[in-house]
T-cell receptor, first 114, second 115 residues
Framework: QQQVKQSPQSLIVQKGGISIINCAYE??????FPWYQQFPGKGPALLIA?????SEKKEGRFTISFNKSAKQFSLHIMDSQPGDSATYFC?????????????FGTGTRLLVSP | DGGITQSPKYLFRKEGQNVTLSCEQN?????MYWYRQDPGQGLRLIYY???????QKGDIAEGYSVSREKKESFPLTVTSAQKNPTAFYLC??????????????FGSGTRLTVV
């Protein structure tokens, strides 16, 4: 049972364009939504995270948009650069347990063309 | 520098052989995890441990075993019962927290191939 659905599976964006990756979740108990970035041959690294008390969080060129009623959240990468080419994973968790047990989406492979 | 060290980076297993993947962290994190990554399937949880001498099965524990004898170490054994072990294995750790900016710290992974 997949609790976090991620799309698209792959994405090609031109340099300077906007990359958008979407995720939808089913469990309304989730209250923590991070995005991880993974380069080939490496482990994922936390990129940005949001809690549902805000609808948007921005860090540099990366923005999470969150829609609680639709149970969806998305990652926007503004002014995409070739160095952003990586696989991106969304995830979800419940923070009130005090212990992390992330549920990951299936990943999106982003290629930013020069 | 604190971090997670996984070894070896590449591992080849013969049919019917057990192999052990090493994961060591010096972050003083309480929780540790093992994930399996396959193309198009994301990260699937194999086992996790919140404290020393305690661990729980994840979603795909069959054919795997773990131990947590020390806070710093969480080795994963891929047994001969795992019929399709070829994959990229990731170890991670985390602290107990209520801060949104804390997350998992991942190792660089071990790529296991059956030969």
């Amino acid at each position: 049972q997949q609790q976090v659905k991620q799309s698209p599976q792959s994405l090609i964006v031109q340099k300077g364009g906007i990359s958008i990756i979407n995720c939808a979740y089913e469990n309304t108990a989730f209250d923590y939504f991070p995005w991880y970035q993974q380069f080939p041959g490496k482990g994922p690294a936390l990129l940005i995270a949001i809690r549902p008390d805000v609808s948007e969080k921005k860090e540099g060129r990366f923005t999470i948009s969150f829609n609680k009623s639709a149970k969806q959240f998305s990652l926007h990468i503004m002014d995409s650069q070739p160095g952003d080419s990586a696989t991106y994973f969304c995830a979800a968790d419940r923070m009130n347990t005090g212990f992390q047990k992330l549920v990951f989406g299936t990943g999106t492979r982003l290629l930013v063309s020069p | 520098d604190g971090g997670i060290t996984q070894s070896p980076k590449y591992l080849f297993r013969k049919e019917g052989q057990n192999v052990t993947l090493s994961c060591e962290q010096n972050l003083n994190h309480d929780a540790m995890y093992w994930y399996r990554q396959d193309p198009g399937q994301g990260l699937r949880l194999i086992y996790y441990s919140q404290i020393v001498n305690d661990f729980q099965k994840g979603d795909i524990a069959e054919g795997y075993s773990v131990s947590r004898e020390k806070k710093e170490s969480f080795p994963l054994t891929v047994t001969s019962a795992q019929k399709n072990p070829t994959a990229f294995y990731l170890c991670a750790s985390s602290i107990f927290r209520n801060d949104v900016d804390y997350g998992y710290t991942f190792g660089s992974g071990t790529r296991l191939t059956v030969v």
